[in-house]
C-alpha cells in the first residue's frame, strides 16, 4: 500500500554533503513515522536517523549526530536526510521506511521501505 522512493545518493569527498529524499505515495503521509537506515558492505543495517508524524520529534544514531538533520514535508509527502561533513565511513545503501505515528529506531518496528540509494565518500 505505501510505496517509498529514495533518490540524492551519489559521490562526494570528505567533508561534502549530501541530501537525500524519500518520496512516499498514499494519501496519509501526514500519519508516518519515517526512518532512515543504512547498511555498508559487510555489516548489518544499522540505524541512522527517524522522524515522527509532526516533525517535532527526531532520534539521530550518536556516529551521525552534528552531522546529519532529517526533516518531512508532509505537503509534498518527502521526508529529507541532510548529510553534512561526509566522512568515508558514511559510505553505504541508505534506505528510508515507515511505520504508524511514532517515531523508533529498530528496523524491525519499520513496515514499508524503499529500495535504498547509494551513498559513497571518498577519503
Known amino acids: 500500500q505505501v510505496q517509498l522512493v529514495e533518490s540524492g545518493g551519489g559521490l562526494v569527498q570528505a567533508g561534502g554533503s549530501l541530501r537525500l529524499s524519500c518520496a512516499a505515495s498514499?494519501?496519509?503521509?501526514?500519519?508516518?513515522?519515517m526512518g532512515w537506515f543504512r547498511q555498508a558492505p559487510g555489516k548489518e543495517r544499522e540505524f541512522v536517523a527517524a522522524?515522527?508524524?509532526?516533525?517535532?520529534?527526531?532520534y539521530y544514531a550518536d556516529s551521525v549526530k552534528g552531522r546529519f538533520t532529517i526533516s518531512r514535508d508532509n505537503a509534498k509527502n518527502t521526508v529529507y536526510l541532510q548529510m553534512n561533513s561526509l566522512e568515508a565511513e558514511d559510505t553505504a545503501v541508505y534506505y528510508c521506511?515507515?511505520?504508524?505515528?511514532?517515531?523508533?529506531?529498530?528496523?524491525?518496528?519499520?513496515?514499508?521501505w524503499g529500495q535504498g540509494t547509494q551513498v559513497t565518500v571518498s577519503s
Open positions: 521506511a515507515s511505520r504508524s505515528w511514532v517515531a523508533v529506531t529498530t528496523d524491525n518496528e519499520y513496515d514499508y
Open positions: 522522524i515522527n508524524w509532526s516533525g517535532s520529534i527526531t
Open positions: 498514499g494519501r496519509t503521509f501526514s500519519t508516518y513515522a
